[in-house]
Each structure stands twice: as structure tokens, then as C-alpha cells.
């Protein structure tokens, strides 16, 4: 089966500092591919040379049969590339419905409409409402997103990168500053796409990553030090050094 | 029943006054008020065109007045060589500040945040100058414009139809602005402000929309400036003054920046204030300055963007009474 | 075009260039560092070459006229910050370019109001007036010393920022805010002392520009707009890159200016060229901006890892 994400020797270079060291990955659709590391591991840079914000010094990137090492990130969203953001970034003076249609509308022709408001185009409101039922936040629909606690907001980013039903989710720490309760939620959502749609996960929380991967992918300073099942991870010995002191695999 | 809104009485208000003011300016014997009153229109249409990048796009053009300035010498430059026809004139306006806006537009758009605004500026003052070198056209004195644009079925010359033509103008570009902030093309200026960079991410090529919403700008903020040609019957490289497009960005944010009516009502408040402090002292721009200061420094929400507020502290207000859930 | 000619025209454009230097320093610092924009700058120079012309018409000592110019500009800067800047380096440039706006209003009435509208004029000193034999050229000694001011200054700013503690942390200030205040610094203070060296370094700049430009109330903004683009050009916050911009927009100009009329004529009839050719001059500096934003928008010489 051919990889639906392909990224070739990927080289990210600051000044004297390798952030991203000849990283491959190999994502096979459907799959629930997590990566994880140590914090200054290079995560960050990754997800942004996967996302069309950073330009790799070399190697490749292929999503979906085309190269697209040189697309902008707006191009490859079309394409189907949907990522979420670690640092909540929706749009507060927006309500949570407006937010999701505006999510749908790059993927619905030009946005060159002057006069019809957007909640009353049905090829916009509808899936969004049904994505916004997916991600569990049917009740807050029509609430400014400024009123939203912050799980909700979490629930709301991954409204917006589920609308469009893209081909690969690439998603930043989405359970980045929740609680126990909220992560468990995320988790299930989680779960439920997984087979349906092809996951990319960075996260540093591992309960969830463990619970929901099909391969793990380690980064550390930059390298990837291991790529395999979750069992092999946890046993692999490279690993447990690089998070020593970090923290505690789960048994 | 729907309960009473203040900024939509003030806003009906404000059209009702300015519908009636040629009549009271016949009754009463003032003809200053309907040359005043058009002023106001003039510079309401400039600022609902800026009003549309600045606040609801977010990008701050120091450089408006340029296009209020095209459009005065669309008028003057042609009147100058004999074309009265206000069509032609106003479709070589339209033309120019298409594509000055367009490309100045795509070389500063390049750009955000400080370095914008003074690009801005600057482009601009590249324009006054060249203006002023052109002697042939009045230099830094100006054209004087002495027929006024003719439209065939009625001609810019009669006081009235100047100032009608204007309010419908102006009435015309509010609605507008009410309908594009909701449809699609509003959206995604509006999400340009707030974050561009998720807006690339959800698959938007955002500089295609500011370009456009820039372009927008710069033609309507030229129409604004055929009128004003028309109304002081003259064309001058003052028109494109930074002064002047300092004046529209403190009218923007003195109305309510990023509110439908808050230009109109910016227009309103700064030329009388203006116009009351003229009566006061020489000096009166002494006082203007600190005031201005004053406002950035408290008054963030503007005059219309404060009656708005009102409103929705008021509905809250009512939800919380009915003890249902906000 | 003789050889004389092209040298001064070149003089003439590294003056205007250390000239433009002094009044970008300040502004890219101040951008910089404390993300301010102050479009009020221009008041500051405009208000230096004021209170130097007076000093200077009342006791006839250019030394008195500089001291005058440059501290009473240094004063203004300072007042400037702790009453306006200081309250508005949280909030959106658009608040800034208001205040700031609404500040050069004040300043320009103000100098009417104090001076009258008519140009305050300044004699070039005794000592400076007259011309200086440079290369077997006759140039004037009064430009050839604002070149020579200039140059010192910019030395001096040099020396400031890389050699001293304060030129460390404005360093420091550049690149990392938040980690300079972190550090114990007072904040506050340094902000106050950077936006008063901006506004001493305008000062200098109005007095030095008294004598060869008319002083009158607006003469601050067509200068802080070529300062603008200088600093576009060169790069946001980087004084080393003002310095190098300044004289490349200064040579342009003066250039520009001086020989595009008669490059003109060569191509175009007599009437077109008369007529295109400060036009297109004046347009020089806005379309060479144009070209380095359309090729590298962060400008030729940008400071690094921001």
C-alpha cells in the first residue's frame, strides 16, 4: 500500500543547529501514527515543515502520491492536509458554528461572495454542524467562542480540522493543558476516527498516546531514535534513556 | 416586541437628520450647513472605505487620502483637457485607483505591522510629490476644477445633487459593508485579522483576499474623492496628505473601527468637533492633538462601537433577569 | 557631468545620508526594542532645530545652539515617553500611530503658535561658512561638517551599542524583550534613556539641519517618512542597517535628484524631460523600497535570529 504521508531525509538547519536530522516517516492510510520526544526534541520544527510554514533544507515530503515539499501550507490544507494548533487558535469574536463554516468555506469554492450571509449557505452550515456534533459541542453551536471554557475551545480546533473531512489530520498536543476528564473525552474522539481517517499525533501525554497508536515515532535533538509499534517502543532501551527523568512509560 | 437598541435609534436618527438637512438648510438660509453636510458624506464614504481594510482587515494603510487625492485629479485632470462627462471621469478613477490600489497593495502586503503603515505612508508621499512636480496640472497649487462632473440625467454642479448623490453613496456603502462582513468574502477578512496564519492552515490564500479587500478600498475611497473634486471644485496634492490619511484613520477608530455605521458617525463627530473648536481658538489643532491622544489612549471602542456595547450589556443584562441561561 | 559636479552631488547625498542616519537611529531603536511606532519623531527633530535656532539667534554661540537643541530635544524625548509611549508599548500599532499622530498636531501648532507660520531662519556659523578645498574641489564647509558630525555620531552610536553595558542591553532589548526585563533590569528607565538618546539623536539632526533647510512648523514629516523607508530598507530595528540605508536613500536621492533630469534629456524631448524629470526623482527613493520589499521584505540588512 502506498504511504499516504512520505517524508524523505527531511534536514532543518538554525545557524549551528540541527533541529530536524534526516527524519523519515512513512504513514499508511488509516493509520494512528503518534510521535513523541523529549521538549527541544524538534517537534515543533517538524510539524512545521509538514505543515508549509517552515522550508526543509532538504529531503522530500509526499502526501498523497504528490510531492509537495514546495506547496504553502494553504495549498496543502486543500489537499487535504489538516492541521490543529497546540496554542488554541480560533477565532473568539466568531460563535462556534461560524468558526467551523469558516473552516469549511476554503474547502467550498472561492470566498469571493459579497452579499449572502454564510449561515445561510447549507453547503457550509451543514457540515458544519454535523462535525460540531462529532467533536461534542452540539449545545454550545451558537455561543461566541469567547464564552467557551477552555476544553470546549480544544473540542471547537477539532471541529475545525475534522469539517472538511481531510485525508490527514496533523495534530499539535491537542490535549495540551487539560484535565484528566477533558484528555479522556479527546481520547474517544480520538477513537472513533482511527481507521477512518489518517492521524499524525505529536503529544506528551502518554496514556493517550500509548492507548491510541498504532506506531509510535520517538524524536529526540532532532533524530528519530525509534519507529515501531507501541510494545516494541515501550521495551526499547534507546527510548527509556532519552526520557530519563522525563517521564515514566506506562506498563 | 424587539427591545429598544440604542445604536439602531442613534443610526436611524443620524440618516433622518442627514436626509432633512438640505431642507433645513433652505428654511433656515444656511448654505454653509449643506456644504458642511457634504463634507461630512465625502469624508464618511473615504472612511467606510478604509473602515473595510483597517477594521475589519486589520491592516492599518496610513496612505488613504492618495486615493481620495486620484480621484479629485480623475475630475480635475479631465475637466482640465474638456471631458466633463462625469461616466468618463468617474471610470478613469475607478481604473487608476484599481490599479494604484492593486499595486501598491501587492508590494505592501509583503509586509505587516509597522513596516505596513509606513510603507503606506510612504507610497503615498511618493504620490504628493509627483503631483506637486506636475506643473502642468497646477503643481502644489492645484487644478481648479470649473465645470463639475456631468452624468447626463444630472450634473454634480447643483449643491443638492451633490449632497443627495453622496448620502445615497454613503447609505449604498453601509449596506454593503452590512451584507460583505457576513458573506463569505467578509469572513475571511475578518479571520485575516484575527489570526492569518490559521487562516492559511484551514486553507485560505490570504494575501489574494486583503489584496482584494485593499483594491476594494482604494476604488470607493477614489469614488469619495470624485465627490470631494466636485464639491471644493478643486484638485490639490493636499488632497493626498498624510495629514488627511492620518484625519480618516482618527474618524475610523473615533466611530467604532470594525462596526457597520462607525464611520459615518467618526465623519460626525470629528469635522463638528472640529468645526467647534475652529470657532474657539486659531490654534484650535493645539487642543485636536491632545484630544486625539486622549482617545487612543481611553476611547478604543469608538463612539458607535460604545453604543454597541451598551446594547449588548443590556441583552445580557435581560437574559440574566429572565433567569435563562446566556 | 565633470567630475566636480559628480562629486558634490555625491557629498551632497552622503550628507543627506548621515543626515537621515541620526533620525533613523532613534526610530529604529525605539521600533526595535520597545515595538513602538512614533511617528512623533519628526517633532522631536523639528523641535531641536527650533530650540536651537533660538539659542542660537539669542546668543549667538553655535556651541550654546547645540547644547540647547540636543538636550531640549533629549527632554521633549523623555517627557514624550513616560506621559504617551510608556502607556500605549502594550497595545496595537494602530493606538500608537494615533497618539503619535495626534502629538504631531500638537507640535506642529505649537511651533506655529510660538514661532508664527513664516520660516525661523539660521545662519550657518562664522567658523563653518565658506567653502573647503576637498579633492582640488570647492565644497561647503558647513555640509562638509554635518558629514563629519554625522560620521562621529554614528561612530558614537556604534561604539554605544557594541563596546558599552547600556549598548549590551539595548542589544540584549533588541532581540529578547521580555528576557532583558527578567533579568532585573529597570525597564522602565532603559526604555526612558533609549527614547531619549532617539530624541537627542534628532535633536542633533535639526540643529545640524537649521542652517541649510528652513525651520518651520511641518518640517518633520517629509524627513521622518524618508527616515521610514530608510529603516524599511534596511531592516526594522537594526541601527547598523539604518546606517548603511540612510546613506545608500541619501545618495539615491541626491542623485537622483541632480542628474535624472539631464539622463532624461537625453532620451526625451526638452518639455518631457522638464516635466518627468523631478517627478520620477522625487518617486526614486518610494520605488527603490518598492523593489528591495518585492526581493527581501525584511530589508538588505536585517538583524538576526528575530
Redesign the interface.
Known amino acids: 500500500m502506498t504511504p499516504l504521508l512520505q517524508v524523505n531525509q527531511l534536514v532543518k538547519r538554525y545557524?549551528g543547529l540541527v533541529a530536524t536530522d534526516d527524519v523519515s516517516l512513512a504513514l499508511q492510510p488509516g493509520e494512528l501514527h503518534a510521535i513523541i520526544g523529549p521538549n527541544g526534541a524538534g517537534k515543533t520544527t517538524l510539524i512545521g515543515q509538514l505543515?508549509g510554514?517552515l522550508r526543509p533544507d532538504s529531503g522530500s515530503i509526499r502526501f498523497d502520491g504528490h510531492d509537495i515539499t514546495a506547496l504553502?501550507?494553504?495549498g496543502r490544507?486543500?489537499r487535504g492536509l489538516?492541521?490543529s494548533?497546540q496554542i488554541t487558535?480560533?477565532?473568539?469574536?466568531?460563535t462556534v458554528l461560524?468558526n467551523v463554516?469558516?473552516?469549511m468555506?476554503?474547502?467550498r469554492g472561492?470566498?469571493?461572495?459579497?452579499?449572502?450571509?454564510?449561515?445561510r449557505?447549507a453547503e457550509l452550515v451543514e457540515p458544519a454542524r454535523a462535525a460540531i456534533q462529532l467533536a461534542g459541542l452540539h449545545h454550545r453551536s451558537d455561543a461566541p467562542v469567547a464564552?467557551l471554557a477552555h476544553g470546549e475551545r480544544r473540542q471547537l480546533e477539532m471541529a475545525?480540522v475534522l469539517v472538511?473531512q481531510p485525508k490527514l489530520l496533523l495534530l499539535d498536543e491537542p490535549m495540551a493543558g487539560m484535565s484528566h476528564q477533558e484528555s479522556g473525552k479527546v481520547v474517544e474522539l480520538l477513537s472513533s476516527l482511527k481507521g477512518r481517517y489518517t492521524i499524525l499525533l505529536i503529544e506528551h501525554d502518554m496514556d493517550a498516546v500509548f492507548a491510541l497508536a498504532d506506531r509510535i515515532s520517538v524524536l529526540v535533538n532532532g533524530r528519530l531514535v525509534a519507529s515501531d509499534t507501541p510494545a516494541a517502543i515501550r521495551a526499547n532501551a534507546q527510548v527509556r534513556i532519552a526520557y530519563l527523568g522525563d517521564e515514566e512509560l506506562p506498563a | 416586541m424587539k427591545p429598544w437598541r440604542i445604536s439602531q435609534s442613534v443610526a436611524t436618527a443620524i440618516v433622518l437628520l442627514l436626509v432633512l438637512l438640505p431642507l433645513y438648510a433652505r428654511l433656515a438660509g444656511e448654505p454653509f450647513a449643506l456644504t458642511f453636510g457634504s463634507r461630512v458624506l465625502v469624508f464618511a464614504l473615504a472612511a467606510v472605505s478604509l473602515n473595510l481594510v483597517l477594521g475589519y482587515g486589520g491592516m492599518v494603510s496610513f496612505g488613504h487620502a492618495l486615493y481620495l487625492g486620484l480621484g479629485a485629479y480623475g475630475v480635475g485632470i479631465l475637466a482640465h483637457h474638456g471631458v466633463h462627462n462625469g461616466w468618463l471621469q468617474l471610470g478613469v478613477t475607478i481604473l487608476t485607483c484599481a490599479i494604484v490600489g492593486a499595486l501598491t497593495g501587492l508590494v505592501s502586503l509583503r509586509t505587516t505591522g509597522i513596516a505596513f503603515i509606513m510603507i503606506t505612508l510612504a507610497f503615498a508621499q511618493m504620490f504628493y510629490y509627483l503631483f506637486v512636480s506636475l506643473k502642468q496640472y497646477g503643481g502644489d497649487d492645484g487644478l481648479s476644477i470649473a465645470n463639475r462632473s456631468d452624468f447626463g440625467l444630472f450634473t454634480l454642479g447643483s449643491p443638492i445633487t451633490l449632497y443627495y448623490t453622496a448620502l445615497l453613496l454613503v447609505l449604498a456603502a453601509l449596506l454593503?459593508t452590512h451584507?460583505?462582513v457576513?458573506?463569505?468574502?467578509?469572513?475571511?477578512l475578518?479571520?485575516c485579522q484575527?489570526?492569518e496564519?490559521?487562516?492559511?492552515?484551514?486553507?485560505?490564500?490570504?494575501l489574494r483576499?486583503k489584496l482584494?479587500a485593499y483594491t476594494l478600498s482604494s476604488v470607493l475611497c477614489g469614488l469619495a474623492g470624485l465627490l470631494y473634486g466636485n464639491l471644493t471644485g478643486f484638485a490639490a496634492p493636499a488632497y493626498m496628505a498624510w495629514t488627511l490619511s492620518g484625519e480618516l484613520i482618527v474618524i475610523v477608530v473615533l466611530g467604532g473601527m470594525g462596526t457597520v455605521f462607525g464611520p459615518l458617525v467618526g465623519a460626525i463627530v470629528l469635522l463638528i468637533s472640529e468645526e467647534l473648536l475652529k470657532a474657539l481658538t486659531d490654534h484650535w489643532m493645539m487642543i485636536l492633538g491632545p484630544l486625539i491622544v486622549l482617545a487612543a489612549l481611553t476611547a478604543r471602542r469608538g463612539v458607535y462601537g460604545y453604543l454597541l456595547d451598551w446594547d449588548a450589556w443590556r441583552a445580557q443584562q435581560r437574559r440574566a433577569g429572565k433567569g435563562a441561561a446566556? | 557631468m565633470t567630475f566636480s559636479l559628480f562629486t558634490i552631488q555625491m557629498l551632497n547625498g552622503l550628507q543627506l545620508g548621515v543626515l537621515l542616519f541620526m533620525l533613523s537611529a532613534g526610530l529604529t531603536l525605539v521600533f526595535g526594542i520597545m515595538n513602538f511606532v512614533n511617528l512623533a519623531h519628526g517633532s522631536l527633530y523639528m523641535m531641536g532645530a527650533y530650540f536651537a535656532a533660538t539659542a542660537y539667534a539669542h546668543s549667538d554661540s553655535f556651541l550654546i545652539a547645540a547644547l540647547v537643541g540636543v538636550t531640549g530635544s533629549a527632554a521633549l524625548g523623555f517627557a514624550m515617553e513616560r506621559i504617551v509611549a510608556a502607556r500605549l508599548y502594550a497595545r496595537d500599532h494602530l493606538d500608537q500611530v494615533l497618539a503619535t499622530f495626534g502629538l504631531i498636531l500638537f507640535f506642529n501648532e505649537l511651533a506655529r503658535w510660538i514661532w508664527g507660520a513664516s520660516p525661523y531662519y539660521m545662519n550657518v556659523p562664522e567658523a563653518l561658512s565658506g567653502t573647503i578645498n576637498l579633492l582640488g574641489i570647492s565644497y561647503s564647509t558647513y555640509r562638509f561638517a554635518i558629514i563629519v558630525v554625522g560620521l562621529l555620531v554614528a561612530l558614537g552610536c556604534y561604539l554605544l551599542i557594541n563596546k558599552t553595558r547600556i549598548g549590551m542591553l539595548i542589544r540584549a532589548g533588541s532581540s529578547n524583550p521580555t528576557i532583558v526585563a527578567a533579568m532585573g533590569v529597570n525597564i522602565k528607565m532603559l526604555n526612558a534613556a533609549i527614547f531619549a538618546l532617539g530624541a537627542a539623536l534628532a535633536g542633533v539632526a535639526g540643529l545640524m539641519s537649521g542652517p541649510i533647510l528652513s525651520v518651520q512648523s511641518g518640517m518633520g514629516e517629509p524627513i521622518l517618512i524618508m527616515a521610514m523607508i530608510v529603516i524599511v530598507i534596511g531592516g526594522i530595528g537594526s541601527v547598523r542597517g539604518a546606517f548603511y540605508s540612510a546613506l545608500i536613500v541619501g545618495l539615491i536621492d541626491t542623485a537622483g535628484r541632480a542628474f535624472l533630469p539631464l539622463l532624461l534629456r537625453e532620451f526625451l524631448d526638452r518639455s518631457t524631460a522638464q516635466a518627468a524629470g523631478p517627478a520620477l526623482a522625487s518617486m526614486l527613493i518610494s520605488i527603490f523600497m518598492a523593489l528591495v520589499l518585492a526581493l527581501k521584505p525584511e530589508g538588505l540588512f536585517p538583524l538576526r535570529?528575530r
Open positions: 545557524g505543515a510554514e504553502p501550507t494553504f490544507a486543500l489538516a492541521r494548533f487558535s480560533v477565532f473568539p469574536e466568531f461560524e463554516a469558516l473552516a468555506q476554503a474547502h472561492h470566498s469571493f461572495g459579497f452579499w449572502t450571509p454564510v449561515l449557505q464564552e475545525m472538511a | 454593503a451584507r460583505l457576513h458573506a463569505r468574502f467578509g469572513m475571511v475578518r479571520g484575527v489570526n496564519r490559521r487562516m492559511k492552515a484551514l486553507g485560505f490564500s490570504t483576499y482584494s446566556p | 535570529n
